[in-house]
């Protein structure tokens, strides 16, 4: 839909914008859906989730309640300028919210400038990517733990887009891994190493000397974990030989982290 689909959306005044809400009969018929939200002013989509019923006008109520965040901040400035937001249900009759989160993940990040708070379900681990990360990721030789003890860290949602720009530097992996998990404690310090993995590909191996609570003093300088109780380690780089044997190979299937895990066990 182009700007000039949007005349309809043009009210006479703030007063006059109601939204229409979904029958029962029509919630039926739509099943799981995935929808946009709009700004009629631009045409620019700024919101994409997934649902059931009437989850697509639950933004807008949730602005008129006075609820504050870069979504409804943006609704109550169409609403001030005397439009309605474009609601809009991109793809619907989907078989179960697996298959919506799929779509939606695709949707978040062919769109820029969205107000979603947080990335699509399976963005950190089969999200967007060029297509050499593409070779990289899936026919590379996959590193081999063999008998080594590991905890398997995914840190692929910080990890940046461009291959340019990841961080080679040890320290700035030590830093990005080692602290806020929330995972087994007695795996973890019975680990030999601490791997570290974004998109599919050992990024670099730790020991960890010791595993502390996040409230520890030695965490101030990090910002607090949004889950409680999360740990963090004390360490040092892996040692050549695992180092080299790991770093820049894909992680083995078994022990790829899926969707919205970030911790897996290797011999644990």
Not at 130 to 142: H, L
Not at 193 to 210: L, N
Not at 236 to 250: L, M, T
Request: glycine share 6%.
């Amino acid at each position: 839909m182009g700007f000039d689909d949007f005349h309809a959306f043009r009210a006479q005044t703030p007063d006059d914008i109601v939204y229409d809400h979904f029958s029962k009969q029509v919630s039926e018929k739509l099943g799981y859906y995935v929808y946009r939200l709009v700004d009629p002013r631009n045409s620019e989509t700024f919101y994409v989730g997934r649902g059931v019923g009437n989850r697509v006008f639950d933004h807008m109520d949730e602005a008129a309640e006075g609820k504050r965040s870069k979504k409804t901040d943006r609704i109550n400035e169409i609403h001030r300028d005397g439009w309605k937001v474009a609601t809009i249900i991109h793809r619907h009759g989907l078989r179960d919210d697996d298959e919506t989160g799929t779509l939606e993940a695709a949707m978040i990040e062919a769109y820029e400038e969205l107000t979603n708070r947080v990335s699509g379900e399976g963005t950190r681990e089969f999200g967007a990517r060029s297509t050499d990360q593409a070779i990289r990721q899936y026919d590379e030789a996959p590193a081999r733990f063999l008998k080594h003890r590991c905890v398997v860290l995914s840190v692929s949602e910080n990890w940046p887009r461009e291959e340019d720009d990841e961080p080679v530097a040890w320290s700035a992996l030590y830093n990005m891994s080692r602290y806020g998990w929330k995972l087994d404690i007695a795996k973890a310090r019975r680990a030999d190493y601490v791997v570290v993995q974004a998109r599919g590909i050992v990024r670099a191996a730790f020991i960890a000397d010791e595993w502390l609570p996040s409230d520890d003093p030695v965490f101030a300088a990090f910002p607090k974990p949004k889950d409680t109780p999360a740990w963090g380690f004390v360490g040092r780089p892996a040692s050549y030989p695992a180092w080299e044997a790991w770093v820049g190979r894909r992680v083995p299937d078994k022990y790829r982290t899926r969707w919205n895990q970030t911790v897996r066990y290797v011999n644990l």
